[in-house]
């Protein structure tokens, strides 16, 4: 019928089902789908980010929330010529949607979202200009409160995670890996570890973890938390990503 469906992504729902989105293009502008299944393969909850031709919602990507809700995040093109911005619609168990647009002064990109259950959410996108990447924290509902550069232009892919020891205390952290390299040099994925206190980001662990073989470059990485603290208290992670010859 002339539809046409990228950017699939899902979460759990709390309840044995999922939340699953995706952005739609229907020929005059694309749009945000959201479709809850539940355990017996039933359709639940569905709503439609509709934008507003030639506005156009794209690349989705999801997050449950603790009372059986989810939090989407989109990149929010608002004509083919300008900028686009970042918008999180939130969803409760009930099927209500309010959705925060935070604007950006640059062109944005595959934004990525994950919350730290201390009703913070936490976005992670990169501006298309520079390839810079931008760590971002709001209150879920709410507008950011806080926008951190990350400080590295990145040519590839790149993942965020929640960090499970802190992510149900007091101190709210995330954990972020992206690949750096480039013409001449070797490439790397590298780990860093934020907390979000007394409403600024602190930034906690770096780390560089060298490819295989020192030929090799990185990219397409992916992380999870380890849910085991290590001696300062802290959460680890575990990272994959491909490597090229």
Same mark, same amino acid.
């Given at each position: 019928?002339?539809?046409?469906?990228?950017?699939?992504?899902?979460?759990?729902?709390?309840?044995?089902?999922?939340?699953?989105?995706?952005?739609?293009? =229907?020929? %005059?502008?694309?749009?945000?789908?959201?479709?809850?299944?539940?355990?017996?393969?039933?359709?639940?909850?569905?709503?439609?980010?509709?934008?507003?031709? $030639?506005?156009? +919602?794209?690349?989705?990507?999801?997050?449950?929330?603790?009372? !059986?809700?989810?939090?989407?995040?989109?990149?929010?093109?608002?004509?083919?010529?300008?900028?686009?911005?970042?918008?999180?619609?939130?969803?409760?168990?009930?099927?209500?949607?309010?959705?925060?647009?935070?604007? %950006?002064?640059?062109?944005?990109?595959?934004?990525?979202?994950?919350?730290?259950?201390? !009703?913070?959410?936490?976005?992670?996108?990169?501006?298309?200009?520079? !390839?810079?990447?931008?760590?971002?924290?709001?209150?879920? !509902?709410?507008?950011?409160?806080?926008?951190? $550069?990350?400080?590295?232009?990145?040519?590839?892919?790149?993942?965020?995670?929640?960090?499970?020891?802190?992510?149900?205390?007091?101190?709210?952290?995330?954990?972020?890996?992206? $690949?750096?390299?480039?013409?001449?040099?070797?490439?790397?994925? +590298?780990?860093?570890?934020?907390?979000?206190?007394? =409403?600024?980001?602190?930034?906690?662990?770096?780390?560089?973890?060298? /490819? +295989?073989?020192?030929?090799?470059?990185?990219?397409? $990485? %992916?992380?999870? /938390?380890?849910?085991?603290?290590?001696?300062?208290?802290?959460?680890?992670?575990?990272?994959?990503?491909?490597?090229? +010859?």
């Amino acid at each position: 019928s002339g539809v046409v469906t990228n950017y699939p992504d899902l979460c759990t729902d709390g309840d044995g089902g999922v939340y699953v989105v995706w952005e739609q293009d =229907n020929g %005059t502008t694309m749009n945000v789908e959201v479709l809850q299944v539940h355990d017996d393969g039933s359709a639940g909850y569905a709503a439609t980010l509709s934008a507003t031709s $030639p506005d156009s +919602y794209e690349q989705p990507r999801i997050v449950e929330d603790d009372n !059986g809700g989810c939090h989407v995040v989109y990149a929010n093109k608002t004509s083919p010529n300008t900028n686009q911005s970042v918008s999180v619609t939130s969803i409760d168990n009930n099927g209500n949607a309010s959705t925060v647009s935070t604007d %950006t002064s640059q062109n944005v990109t595959t934004p990525l979202i994950t919350t730290d259950r201390n !009703g913070l959410y936490w976005i992670l996108f990169k501006c298309v200009d520079n !390839g810079s990447l931008v760590l971002r924290i709001g209150h879920l !509902g709410q507008t950011a409160v806080t926008t951190y $550069p990350v400080g590295v232009s990145v040519v590839g892919s790149y993942a965020l995670s929640s960090d499970l020891i802190h992510g149900a205390g007091t101190i709210a952290e995330a954990i972020i890996a992206y $690949p750096e390299w480039g013409f001449g040099m070797d490439g790397q994925v +590298y780990l860093e570890r934020y907390k979000f206190e007394s =409403n600024s980001l602190i930034i906690t662990l770096q780390d560089a973890l060298l /490819p +295989y073989n020192s030929q090799e470059s990185c990219d397409h $990485p %992916t992380v999870v /938390p380890d849910s085991i603290p290590d001696g300062f208290g802290y959460g680890g992670a575990f990272v994959a990503w491909q490597t090229k +010859y």
